[in-house]
């Protein structure tokens, strides 16, 4: 019978093993009496007070309980006899793993020296100790393995047959170490959490891991990529805004701010004989109210795409792709036949259009030259082939193209260029309708002009009504084969919701 886990307990730090080595602000916290599970979060927040920049080099960015708790689910049916913690900080990972498992084995598990802790800092690890023992049994304590210390010096082994729970930090490596094993993911990246998930992928069976999302479709985290290639399991991440997989924690450098917090993402790999690649969610954008509901594995795997995915020269990066949208997808990049917009530009053409360089909800394309910053101008030769990109960039093809392989800040020039086209395929009378509805378009920009402020001035856009942009989309939907008259499928591309889609502004 499943047992239930004990009430949180009272300590006093005085009383505990280990409290010699923990700050005094801490032992003074413990003498007035704390819950035992708040002392690694007094711990955090004592560290984001003392030194916000010593935080910020090592990359401590704490998980908050609700995600833990998720990452625990993932993490217990895995395969894997020795459960390790690698960057554990004081347990906020570990702890409600053991607590799932139940106190009985939880504490067999200790008991039999197959509990493995990591971390550079001696005292969080001190904590997450401590607090084990205190919930499972100071008898056993001492049979915890941790070990302190730097995880990526190469004398640092993870045990056989190993599972692994770990939010590596998230900071960038300044100076490459005599004691590492230079990998290409290390080298190339010099991010320490794209280093320590490569170590931990290849020394574990399985794992849990939160890391930013930006090794899905970043040019420089390729090697990892690659290195995934021999694995399976899935990925899901999580936009930044409206809600923030890191908020609910307010102390630190960065999860006090929502705005530029990082874009996080899961992975989940499975048993090594299974080495057929990754099924991967879209970017998951959340409203707060929608947190307790999103976060629990069957919603969130209900995300998924169904193919398993590995990477290759040609496709070096994880697409985040709704289920629903796969199989478009796949079509509209059979008929491109790796035809890109860049095939239509032409330098110094006489039909020039303007793009501006960001794109939270949708992305634009105007005749006139918007006032604002950042922008592109994309030049043609051919009225009609500036037809047919002004519609695609203004239809949910060219936004979507953006989310599937980036979704960050702004739109890189370089992946603009290489929306698949299907220009090329279109007949006469096609390239007659895609230049006539751009051209209806382009006439009316001045009266959806918007403004937007940014470093105190404002930013001209164009917000079309979405008419416009579900005419486009049923025009490419008809050239690629799917001539039906059902709604948009592409609401769940642009909506600032994940349980139900409304479009964000
Ligand atoms: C993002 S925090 C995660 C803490 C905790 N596991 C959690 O999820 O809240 C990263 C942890 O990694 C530790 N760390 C940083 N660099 C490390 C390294 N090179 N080797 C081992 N641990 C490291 C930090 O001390 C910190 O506790």
Known sequence: MKKTPPPPQKTRLSHSRGSAALPDRLARAGEIGVSIDRLGELYEIDLSRRNKIDKKVRGQYFTPGDVAELMSDWFLPLKGENLCDVCCGTGNLIVPVLRKLGRRKARALIAAGRLYLYDL???????????????????????????????????????????????????????????WTLTDALVSSREYYSAIMEKILDQSRASVIITPYSFIGGKKFYPLRLAMNGRSGFIVSFDNVPGNIFRGKKHGVFNSNTSNSVRAAITVTDDREKAAGYRVSPLIRFKNEERAELLTPARLESFLGKTRQSVTPDAPRFRKCFPALEEILDRWRQKAEGETLSDLLAKGGKYALCVPSTCRYFSVASRRDLRRVGKYTLAFDDAQAWGFAYAMINSSFCYWHWRLYDGGIAYPISLLKEMPSVYHRLTPAEKRTFFKTADEMARSEEKFLSYKKNAGRPQENIKFPTEYRERINRLVLRVLGFPGRGPDPFGVVHSNRALSASEGE
């Open 121 to 179: 800092d001696e005292t969080a690890l001190t904590i997450c100790r401590d607090l084990i023992g205190a919930l499972f049994g100071r008898d056993i304590q001492d049979a915890v393995r941790a070990v302190p210390g730097d995880f990526l010096s190469s004398d640092v082994r993870l045990p056989e047959n190993c599972k692994v729970i770990s939010n590596p930090p998230y900071s960038k490596i300044r100076e490459l170490s005599g004691a």
